[in-house]
């Protein structure tokens, strides 16, 4: 795909396509099929968004539970901060992750969610991408005897790390995880009394292939300017149903049509901010009780948020690049994707300068935000550390600020809008955004864009 | 005569403790300040390491523990959050400052997030080393795991060998490893001392013997050992009405050696996680066959267990249980680190299941860089006579 394909979409998008209600459909139906998960017998799993093996829980049509999204649920839902207080009042430290915090909270509520009834768990994947995912299934274990499995993810071991498909370091780490995969399998036949049918992970690995190449192009397509979308609004609806539907035709086809729908407005010059002045790159995860003000003080400046990490990182780390799966060989492939996976997309982030250099040139952004989370030490640990280095390197102006994934008590309106108005007042001072209407369109590789791409 | 002996023996037994306090405080040695047959410095972070690798290259391997409480921050601050361990912010403390600037690497594992954003941290701040983080495995209960550690501990071989520009010969390999099986012997014999006379040995001597490895060669730590257990053995020292407690909490971050000491003050502490990582292996490594080889198998089928190591067959609380079992203890002191994520995880499950079992325990939360120790104190003599009422 050329980068004329990605701009010359020419037909309008249909106009019964609303992404976000969609979404939230797709959302509510995922809830609805936890609750009925008992009554039709279906087995269940706790998956986390990084690392979750979920090609091979479908081939055992395991209903997925993903304790994270219910976490951040309880914050967007306005609710949370019950959950969390019922976790410290059990024993739970406040510097632990809220995330955690609110399931325990979940837990001694007896599974009842704002979205509905959660079924306990037959089987929990819990990998190491992030250490707390490991913790926190123990704790599963612990209190609703939930049997574990430990996947295993080899991750990037040092700076300049390149792993390429095929290579002596990927074939012994595809290995390991293969080796994993054989043994998850054995654990699911036992839990579900169900066999493997390696044609029907092919036929999940095809969804999942045509789902990723859209998700690909959608996150290519952000590289316009104006941005079609706001990576941390929008793209936080588009990232649930990379999790929640992978693997699924439903999913995928939720995809092509959003893929379809921006090409359209991207045709038509819509940006997602009215006037896009600044476009901007957001390391961190979001703040789920103040989601939609923390995006409101940054386009009230014109700003948009062009790409975010938490894409990559919260959706599996599938944009990676090159990241397709082989069905004639379903199994092999899904470990050597799994591995690749791991160190490009997840465990990159401890490494975070050298994925943002490049971010900053792909999207072509004016700053970054960085987002410190008091309790999530896998994003915020190093990030005062690579603001500084990217300075220095870069010179690209940021912003770091500080709250909570979904504890509303770490939400301070006054400061953070302080800090962002004199974060715009320098960047106009600097010269203000570089002139739009001159400046080329930032433009998806070729590579990334071309993947599964049906246009 | 006898009498005489005995003094001699406390007395060189004071001098290696006061050495062993001075390595403590020491930063790494310098280069040009190595024993013979070491040409460089491999920090690593806790909890374990295969030191015998980095031993076998000829690096000194030194464990990098943080700042203590003597220790001013002036750059971490600026490179770290204020959420994150004492333990991981004065270690990049010490890379910024220059303390660790003469190290050929530092290595970190996956033991928690923050402790794997070191290597990150390493890297952009101290490009000449080696950072590196060791990938071992959370999965320790599929079979392969044994291959993978092997290969993990190979690709490492390498990487060393090409820094070095010095190969490792398998011989080199099986000669760290009788070496470092000596220390482990000799390290269950400073233990059993602790269980089964523990007026012989406080945690804090225990504590300061078993450290003085992390800045000396393991050859002249044994040495050290061997000269201090007779010492140690000869000690006539009566037993007093102390309760008998195990600490956990100590398995990464250092809890500060005045509260070690507060805790001798009105406790015998039988068993303890202090510096897990260093007798992570509860039997020898075998010193024929394949040798890295042998200490991938040692690590999933002859090691410990601690808050950051998954494994199906250890529980965290089945492995508390144990070591209150086997050390004959009356109750647990169950500690955390402040802000470290696994401890404050494993606090809360350990005391709800001591809760269950009818084990007391008491709970201390802690900082490296803590200087106070009075309410420690007050609480830790409560703790003590409430046990000494309750057991007697």
């Keep these: 795909m050329t980068i004329d394909t990605v701009q010359t979409p020419a037909t309008a998008a249909p106009a019964e396509f609303d992404a976000r209600v969609e979404g939230q459909r797709l959302m509510k139906e995922w809830y609805g099929g936890l609750e009925l998960a008992g009554e039709r017998g279906q087995p269940v799993a706790n998956v986390f968004v990084m690392g979750n093996a979920i090609e091979i829980l479908r081939c055992f049509d395991f209903q997925l539970v993903f304790p994270e999204i219910n976490s951040l649920q309880t914050g967007v839902r306005k609710v949370s901060e019950e959950y969390l207080r019922l976790s410290e009042d059990y024993g739970m430290s406040p510097d632990v992750c809220s995330y955690v915090k609110a399931d325990v909270g979940l837990i001694l509520k007896e599974q009842k969610h704002p979205a509905g009834l959660i079924p306990k768990a037959d089987i929990a994947i819990a990998s190491n991408m992030c250490s707390t995912f490991i913790k926190w299934a123990e704790i599963w274990e612990r209190m609703l005897k939930t049997p574990t499995f430990v996947l295993d993810l080899p991750g990037q071991r040092a700076a300049n790390w390149e792993v390429r498909p095929g290579d002596a370091q990927h074939a012994a780490d595809a290995r390991w995880v293969e080796a994993q995969f054989r043994d998850l399998i054995e654990r699911c036949e036992r839990i579900t009394g169900r066999r493997f049918r390696m044609e029907r992970l092919a036929e999940v690995q095809s969804e999942v292939n045509r789902m990723v190449g859209h998700w690909n192009n959608v996150m290519a397509l952000n590289r316009n300017c104006p941005a079609p979308y706001n990576a941390m609004l929008d793209g936080l609806t588009y990232i649930g149903i990379m999790n929640v539907y992978r693997g699924t035709a439903e999913g995928a086809d939720f995809m092509a049509r959003l893929e379809e729908q921006l090409r359209a407005q991207v045709a038509r010059g819509e940006g997602k901010v009215a006037g896009e002045k600044f476009r901007l790159l957001f390391s961190g995860t979001p703040c789920y009780v103040s989601m939609r003000r923390l995006v409101e003080l940054f386009e009230s400046w014109g700003g948009v948020f062009a790409y975010s990490d938490y894409l990559t990182f919260a959706a599996g780390g599938m944009d990676a690049g090159d990241l397709v799966y082989d069905t004639s060989r379903p199994l092999e492939s899904l470990a050597e994707v799994t591995a690749l996976a791991a160190q490009r997309g997840l465990s990159n982030q401890f490494f975070a300068h050298e994925r943002l250099a490049q971010n900053v040139r792909d999207y072509d952004v004016d700053g970054i935000v960085f987002h410190g989370i008091k309790s999530c030490r896998f994003v915020s640990s190093g990030m005062a550390d690579t603001r500084d280095y990217l300075n220095k390197r870069l010179k690209i102006p940021s912003l770091y600020i500080e709250s909570d994934l979904i504890d509303p008590r770490y939400w301070s309106d006054a400061q953070i809008k302080n800090r962002v108005d004199a974060f715009f007042e320098s960047l106009n001072q600097r010269g203000g955004p570089a002139p739009h209407a001159g400046r080329a369109a930032a433009v998806p590789l070729a590579s990334e864009a071309s993947i599964g791409g049906e246009a | ?392």
């Design chain 2, 1 to 392: 005569m006898a009498q005489g002996i005995q003094e001699d023996g406390e007395t060189a037994l004071v001098e290696i403790l006061e050495r062993c306090n001075a390595l403590r405080l020491a930063p790494p040695p310098a280069d040009d300040a190595l024993p013979a047959g070491y040409s460089g410095t491999l920090g690593h972070f806790p909890v374990y390491f295969p030191e015998e690798i980095a031993h076998a290259a000829g690096l000194l391997p030194v464990h990098v523990l943080g700042g203590g409480n003597k220790l001013e921050l002036k750059y971490a601050d600026a490179h770290m959050g204020s959420f994150v361990c004492s333990i991981c912010r004065s270690t990049a403390e010490l890379g910024l400052n220059g303390t660790l600037q003469p190290l050929t690497g530092f290595v970190t594992h996956p033991i928690c997030d923050a402790a794997k954003h070191l290597a990150g941290i390493w890297s952009r701040n101290l490009p000449e080393q080696l950072a590196q983080i060791l990938y071992l495995p959370q999965n320790v209960n599929t079979p392969g795991a044994v291959r993978f550690i092997a290969a993990e501990y190979q690709r490492l071989r390498g990487e060393l060998e090409r820094k070095t520009g010095r190969p490792i010969a398998d011989e080199s390999l099986r000669a760290s490893l009788r070496i470092y099986n000596r220390n482990r012997r000799l390290l269950r014999e400073l233990y059993a001392i602790r269980r089964d006379e523990p007026w012989k040995l406080s945690c804090t001597e225990s504590y300061l013997l078993l450290r003085a490895r992390t800045r000396i060669p393991c050859e002249q730590h044994n040495e050290m050992l061997e000269a201090a257990l007779p010492a140690i053995r000869a000690r006539r020292r009566a037993a007093q009405d102390k309760p008998r407690v195990v600490f956990v909490g100590g398995f990464c971050e250092q809890p500060p050696l005045e509260m070690l000491e507060t805790i001798d003050d009105t406790c015998y502490v039988v068993d303890d996680d202090l510096l897990i990582g260093m007798r992570w292996f509860t039997a020898d490594v075998p010193e024929t066959g394949e040798p890295m080889w042998a200490l991938a198998e040692s690590f999933v089928e002859r090691s410990a267990a601690s808050p950051v190591q998954h494994d199906e067959r250890k529980t965290k609380e089945g492995y508390l249980m144990e070591m209150l079992r086997t050390s004959g203890a009356d109750a647990a002191i169950v500690t955390a680190a402040k802000f470290c994520e696994p401890g404050l995880d494993e606090q809360v499950a350990w005391s709800k299941h001591l809760d269950h079992e009818g084990v007391q325990y008491l709970i201390l939360e802690f900082e490296e860089k803590m200087t106070s120790f009075e309410q420690m104190a007050m609480q830790l003599e409560t703790f003590a006579e409430s046990l000494l009422f309750s057991i007697a």
